[in-house]
């Protein structure tokens, strides 16, 4: 993970604070929110380009989300939504995909070959 101890206590600390409130939740409603946040991280990560301007206005859609994921520098720093696209332009994050198509994806570091093939397995 390209993150830091901060970003990472950030992150989590919506699910910290809400494990108590679930105590004694049927597992079956624990498994259905496990299962919701798969799908919506496989949802905005498909390679898809289809477009749903009105969708977009209010969930985060592949097309929304791959400039976030662009190897261009310039539009890292944008649509870092995972579930609602409001955020992006509350926070002045947001990029519109319909102005910006990112050619090619990556953090543009350099590749390193895998550990094996250094040394020699």
Request: charged share 15%; no cysteine; glycine share 6%.
């Amino acid at each position: 993970m390209r993150t830091t101890l901060p970003q990472q206590i950030l992150f989590n600390l919506p699910y910290i604070v809400a494990t108590p409130l679930i105590v004694g939740v049927p597992a079956w409603a624990i498994l259905a929110m496990a299962a919701e946040e798969v799908i919506r991280n496989h949802w905005m990560h498909m390679n898809v380009s289809w477009r749903s301007n009105w969708l977009e206005r209010v969930l985060v859609t592949p097309r929304y989300h791959h400039i976030h994921h662009s190897s261009d520098a310039k539009l890292h720093d944008g649509n870092y939504g995972g579930l609602f696209s409001i955020w992006d332009r509350l926070f002045g994050t947001y990029i519109d995909p319909d102005l910006t198509v990112p050619k090619t994806f990556g953090t543009g570091e350099k590749k390193r070959d895998p550990v094996w093939l250094m040394i020699g397995v």
